[in-house]
C-alpha cells in the first residue's frame, strides 16, 4: 500500500564508502566490512520510528541475518545456543555473539559478520551492495509493514505518483504479446499531436531497441525533461515498415480527480443532477487543487448532492488528503499525528474553504487505505457524510520519506515516524473505517458464484501483514446498516438492464457516460441514497438509514433472484416461521482416487440431500482450503423439498505449470433456518494434482560476424562483436529432461542504455521433446562504443506452460566459435530426489538426494515455505551444503525438512559454475493440526 503523510527529510548525501574491487576473494582489512546504507537506516530508526519499544536489537539482528542467506547461496545462519549464531559460508563457519544491547551493537556485530562473509566468497561490488540492501530489509521487517528500503527505481516511482506530473509523451504503455504496446493516449499531449495511437507496438527509442528491454527501462528511456526530444519508431497494423515519431517531452500531469453529473428522475418528473467525484489515483501534490475545481463547476451545474468515490484507492500524500477533507469541512480536526520522536501535530480545516451543505455519500472499499482513509474518517467523525461500502484498509500510519546517494544514485528510507488519529481521538489503525451502510456484491455467472463468501474482501488488509502497527484507541466503529446484497455488473440478467430507461430529455453524449457509469451498482446505489438524503445531518440520516437501506435491500434481492432463477436455482424467500430441517452432505470429484493430471480438470461434486421433514430454503455451501484456487468457492442450491437431492459441481483447472500435491478441502453449509447434519455426511476430502513430468533445458551460443555467412550480417568474422558490426546470435536448445516441453520460447535481455541493438527480443520454438533439439538466431548490432565494459545480455530458455526456465547472462566479448554438434555450455546440474510423501501426518520428512553435472557442482541449499501460514514472509533456508570436492560433479545431501500445517514447498537449489542453478520442488501436505487451526479461525481465535 503507498504512504500516506509522505514527508521529505534530509539527511547528508555521502557515496557509498570503500572502492569497488575485482572478483575474488578480499580480507576484511580492505573495508568492505563498511555498512553506510545500514547504519543510516539504524541511526533513522534509533532517532525517528514511532514506537521505540518494537526496535529489539536481538530479532533485528537475526533478521538482518535471514535475509542475508536468502541473499546468497552460500550462507547459512542457525542457532549455537543461547544468544550465540553460527555462520556458514561455503566450507568455512564460525560462531558470533547476539548479546546485543543497542542499534549500535546490532551495526558492530552486523560488520563483523558480514566482513567473515565477504572474506569467504566472491563477491563484486554490485553483489556486495545487494547483500547490504537485504540486510537492511531484514532490519525494516522486524518493525512493520510500511517501514522499507526504496532502491532507486521505486524511490523515482513514488516521487512521480506523488508529484502528480513528469516530463514525457502522453501514453500509457503496457506489455502485450511480449512487445511494449501503447495502450492509451492521452488528449492534448505531444503523442496525440504526434500521431501516436493506441496499438502501436514501441520496437525503438532513440538509438536503443525495445526487443530484449523490460518495460520499467522502456518507460525510462521515454521519459525526460521537458523541451527535450526523443525518436520514437512504432509497428502499426497496415504498415510494412516501422513509423518514426520526433516528439518534444512535455510535463504530463496525472488528474487524480474526475467528475460527472449523474442524472435522476426528480418526483415532479424533471431530471436532477447528483455530482461524482471519483479520486482514482495516488494522493499527489495537485490532488486538492483538482478538487476544488471539479467542485467548482459541479456546484455551478446545480447538483443536489455528492458522491465521493474513494474505492480501490491506496493513498499518498497526508497534506493533499488534509485538502481533500477540509474542502468539506467549516471547521475541527482533521487528523492528528502522533509518535514517540514528534510532538504532536494538529490539522485544521479552514473556514470558508467547504463545500455547499448538500448531501454527501463517500464509497470506499477494502483497498481504500492511508490517505482515502484520513478523508473517509473526517467525514465520518465529523458528521458530514454517509459512508458507504465496506471496511476499508487499515493503514493509520505516517511513513517520513528520507533521501541518500549512494554512488551515483539515489536511495530512499520509508520509516514510520507517527500514526494518525481521525477526528475525536481515534485510530483506524488495523481495524479501518467502517461505512454507515455495508454493502456487498454477488456475481451469479453460468458457472460461478460469489454471494457470502468474504474472503475476497478480507484476503489483505493491514491486519493480515506481519509485524502491522496496533493502537489502543483502535476499535471497529459501528455499522448502522447491511449488509446490502447487490447484484455486480456483469451477473447473469444485468446485461440488458438500463439504468436510465425511464430518464427523458438527455443529450445523447450525457446519456451514454452516465449510463457507462451507472452500470457501476455502488455508484447507482450511493446516487439513490444521495437523492434519497432529506437533510445533510448525518446524525438524522443515520436514524432513517435502516429503513431505507431495506427498501435499498429489497430492490436488490428481486435482482438477485431473479439471476439465480436464470441459472436454475430457486432462491425465493423462506416462509415465516421456518423450522430447522437435517440435511446430508456427500462429497467427491470426477476423478480415480480424487486425483487429476496437471493440465487437465477436475469437478468437486457436493450432493446435498433433505432427510427432514420440511423444505430447506436458502441452502448454500462454501469450500475452505489452504490452496487459495480451492478456497472460498460458493455453491448456491437453493430450496430443497423433503428427500430431495441436489447436486452441484465447482471445476478447478490444475495448470500444466503445476507440480504434485495434495490438498485438503473442508466443506460448510449453511441454509436460511438452521439444519442439522445427517449421520453419514461427509464434509472433506483430499484432491490430488499429479504433476507432468518436467523437461530440462540446456543451451549454448555462437557469435556469426561473417558476411559470407549472411548477406545480412557485417563484421570481420573474428566471433566478437564491435562497433559497427552486425552479427547473427545462434541460439542451440535441448531438452534433457524426461518430459515434454509445451511451449518452448528463447528471450533475450538487455538493460537501457545498453550499446547493443536487437531488431527482436523473443523466439518461440514450440513444442521440444526428451531429448530434442532445436535452435533459433537473433540479429544484433554495436552501434557505438562502450569502452571496457562487458557487452552483457541474458539468455533465457522457458516453457510458458510447465513453467521450467533457464537463465544466464553471457558476455558477447567472449567468442564462442560455432561446432558441429552443437555445444551446450549452459548445463544446470540435474537434481534428484528421493520420493518425498504428497501427505504425512508427521512435523517433519527427511530429505535426500544426490545432485549430478558433466561440471563441477559448487553448492547445495533448501528452502520451506508454506504459504498459508506465512503469505507474507521469504522462504526459510534450512539446510546448506559446500561440496568437499569443489572439482567434482556429485553431491549428496540430505536434510531434516520441518512442517507446518497445511502445504508446504520444499525446493533443493544446486548451483554449477558461473552460479548456473539446477533444482527440484516438492510440495509436502502436513494433516496433522490443520484442522484445528481451521475451526480456531472460524471461531475468531486465530489470525
Request: without cysteine; charged residues 25%.
Amino acid at each position: 500500500m503507498a504512504a500516506v503523510g509522505l514527508a521529505r527529510a534530509s539527511t547528508p548525501s555521502n557515496a557509498l564508502e570503500g572502492t569497488a574491487v575485482e572478483r575474488g576473494r578480499r580480507s576484511p582489512a580492505t573495508n568492505l566490512d563498511r555498512l553506510p546504507v545500514l547504519d543510516w537506516s539504524l541511526w533513522s530508526v534509533a532517532k525517528y520510528y514511532v514506537e521505540p519499544d518494537r526496535v529489539d536489537p536481538r530479532r533485528i539482528t537475526m533478521s538482518a541475518l535471514e535475509a542475508l542467506e536468502g541473499e546468497l547461496a552460500e550462507v547459512l545462519v542457525t542457532p549455537a545456543g543461547p544468544d550465540r549464531v553460527r555462520v556458514r559460508v561455503g566450507t568455512a563457519d564460525a560462531e558470533f555473539d547476539l548479546d546485543v544491547g543497542g542499534l549500535w551493537e546490532v551495526a558492530l556485530r552486523l560488520r563483523e559478520i558480514y566482513a567473515f562473509v565477504i572474506a569467504n566468497t566472491e563477491l563484486d561490488a554490485e553483489a556486495r551492495q545487494r547483500a547490504e540492501f537485504a540486510m537492511v530489509d531484514g532490519v525494516l521487517e522486524t518493525l512493520d509493514p510500511h517501514t522499507r528500503l526504496l532502491r532507486p527505481e521505486a524511490l523515482e516511482e513514488m516521487n512521480q505518483s506523488t508529484k502528480g506530473s513528469f516530463g514525457g509523451l502522453g501514453i500509457e504503455v503496457g506489455l502485450r504479446d511480449d512487445l511494449v504496446t501503447i495502450i492509451r493516449v492521452l488528449d492534448g499531449t505531444p503523442a496525440q499531436a504526434a500521431g501516436m495511437m493506441a496499438g502501436d507496438r514501441i520496437v525503438q527509442v532513440d538509438e536503443e531497441s525495445t526487443a530484449a528491454l523490460s518495460l520499467n527501462d522502456t518507460v525510462a528511456l521515454l521519459k525526460g525533461a521537458p523541451e527535450t526530444e526523443v525518436i520514437v519508431y512504432v509497428r502499426r497494423e497496415g504498415h510494412a515498415d516501422a513509423l518514426r515519431f520526433a516528439v518534444t517531452r512535455a510535463i504530463i500531469t496525472l488528474d487524480s480527480v474526475t467528475a460527472d453529473l449523474l442524472p435522476i428522475d426528480g418526483e415532479d418528473g424533471s431530471v436532477r443532477w447528483v455530482g461524482l467525484v471519483q479520486i482514482n489515483r495516488t494522493f499527489a501534490r495537485t490532488t486538492g487543487e483538482e478538487l476544488r475545481a471539479e467542485l467548482a463547476k459541479l456546484e455551478a451545474a446545480g447538483v443536489e448532492g455528492l458522491v465521493l468515490d474513494m474505492r480501490q484507492n491506496q493513498g499518498g500524500l497526508l497534506d493533499a488528503a488534509v485538502e481533500v477533507a477540509d474542502a468539506f469541512l467549516g471547521g475541527g480536526t482533521i487528523v492528528s499525528t502522533v509518535g514517540s520522536a514528534d510532538l504532536r501535530k494538529l490539522e485544521q480545516a479552514r473556514a470558508g474553504n467547504d463545500f455547499p451543505e448538500l448531501p454527501i455519500v463517500v464509497l470506499i472499499d477494502e483497498g481504500s487505505a492511508s490517505a482515502t482513509e484520513i478523508v473517509a474518517g473526517a467525514l465520518r467523525n465529523h458528521d458530514r457524510a454517509l459512508i458507504v461500502g465496506r471496511r476499508s484498509f487499515g493503514k493509520g500510519s505516517v511513513q517520513v520519506l528520507y533521501d541518500r546517494r549512494v554512488g551515483d544514485r539515489e536511495l530512499g528510507l520509508k520509516l514510520t515516524r507517527a500514526q494518525y488519529l481521525t477526528p475525536g481521538e481515534i485510530s483506524i489503525q488495523s481495524v479501518g473505517v467502517s461505512p454507515d451502510l455495508e454493502t456487498q456484491p454477488v456475481v451469479i455467472g453460468k458457472s460461478y458464484s460469489a454471494y457470502y463468501g468474504r474472503r475476497r474482501f478480507d484476503l489483505v488488509r493491514e491486519e493480515t501483514l506481519s509485524q502491522h502497527l496496533n493502537h489502543d484507541t483502535a476499535e471497529a466503529q459501528r455499522i448502522t446498516a447491511g449488509p446490502l446484497y447487490f447484484l455486480e455488473q456483469g451477473s447473469v440478467g444485468t446485461e440488458d438492464e438500463n439504468p436510465l430507461s425511464s430518464i427523458e430529455g438527455l443529450e445523447e453524449a450525457t446519456r451514454q457516460r452516465a449510463r457507462l457509469l451507472l452500470a457501476d451498482p455502488e455508484i447507482r446505489l450511493a446516487r439513490d441514497l444521495v437523492h434519497w438524503a432529506p437533510s445533510p445531518d448525518r446524525e438524522a440520516l443515520l436514524e432513517l438509514l435502516p429503513a431505507r437501506a431495506e427498501e435499498m435491500a429489497a430492490a436488490e434481492e428481486a435482482r438477485i433472484v431473479a439471476s439465480l432463477a436464470k441459472v436454475g436455482v430457486d432462491w425465493s424467500a423462506p416462509p415465516p416461521g421456518l423450522a430447522p430441517t437435517q440435511l446430508r452432505v456427500e462429497l467427491s470429484t470426477d476423478r480415480p482416487d480424487n486425483r487429476v493430471l496437471a493440465g487437465e480438470k477436475v469437478a468437486l461434486r457436493v450432493k446435498v440431500t433433505n432427510t427432514g421433514e420440511q423444505a430447506a430454503h436458502r441452502v448454500r455451501a462454501s469450500t475452505q482450503s489452504d490452496y487459495g484456487y480451492y478456497d472460498d468457492r460458493e455453491l448456491l442450491f437453493g430450496r430443497i423439498e423433503p428427500g430431495q437431492s441436489l447436486e452441484r459441481e465447482l471445476e478447478f483447472a490444475a495448470a500444466n505449470h503445476e507440480i504434485s500435491r495434495r490438498d485438503r478441502v473442508d466443506l460448510r453449509l449453511a441454509d436460511a433456518a438452521g439444519f442439522a447434519l445427517a449421520e453419514g455426511s461427509s464434509t472433506a476430502l483430499e484432491i490430488g494434482v499429479e504433476g507432468r513430468v518436467r523437461p530440462n533445458f540446456v543451451f549454448g551460443w555462437s557469435l556469426i560476424d561473417d558476411p559470407a555467412r549472411g548477406d545480412d550480417l557485417i563484421g570481420d568474422g573474428d566471433g566478437i562483436l564491435e562497433p559497427g558490426e552486425r552479427a547473427r546470435l545462434e541460439v542451440y536448445v535441448q531438452n534433457r529432461g524426461e518430459g515434454t516441453a509445451l511451449d518452448t520460447t528463447v528471450r533475450l535481455r538487455s538493460t537501457a542504455r545498453s550499446p547493443l541493438f536487437l531488431e527482436r527480443g523473443r523466439q518461440r520454438i514450440g513444442s521440444l521433446p526428451p531429448q530434442a533439439s532445436n535452435e533459433t538466431a537473433f540479429i544484433v548490432e554495436l552501434r557505438r562504443e562502450h569502452g571496457d565494459e562487458p557487452l552483457d545480455l541474458t539468455i533465457t530458455v522457458a516453457d510458458n506452460k510447465v513453467g521450467e526456465y533457464l537463465s544466464q547472462e553471457i558476455d558477447l566479448l567472449q567468442p564462442v566459435p560455432k561446432r558441429e554438434p552443437p555445444s551446450y555450455s549452459i548445463t544446470p546440474p540435474r537434481v534428484e530426489v528421493e520420493s518425498l510423501p504428497l501427505a504425512t501426518d508427521a512435523t517433519s520428512v527427511h530429505l535426500r538426494g544426490q545432485a549430478q553435472s558433466d561440471d563441477p557442482i559448487r553448492d547445495a541449499y533448501v528452502m520451506v515455505y508454506n504459504p498459508a501460514r506465512h503469505p507474507f514472509e521469504r522462504p526459510q533456508k534450512i539446510h546448506y551444503l559446500a561440496n568437499a570436492d569443489p572439482a567434482s560433479g556429485t553431491l549428496s545431501f540430505e536434510a531434516e525438512v520441518p512442517l507446518e500445517p497445511g502445504n508446504n514447498l520444499v525446493e533443493v537449489y544446486v548451483r554449477g559454475p558461473g552460479d548456473i542453478l539446477g533444482w527440484s520442488r516438492h510440495w509436502v501436505l502436513r494433516r496433522s493440526g490443520l484442522a484445528e487451526l481451521r475451526a480456531a479461525k472460524d471461531d475468531g481465535s486465530a489470525p
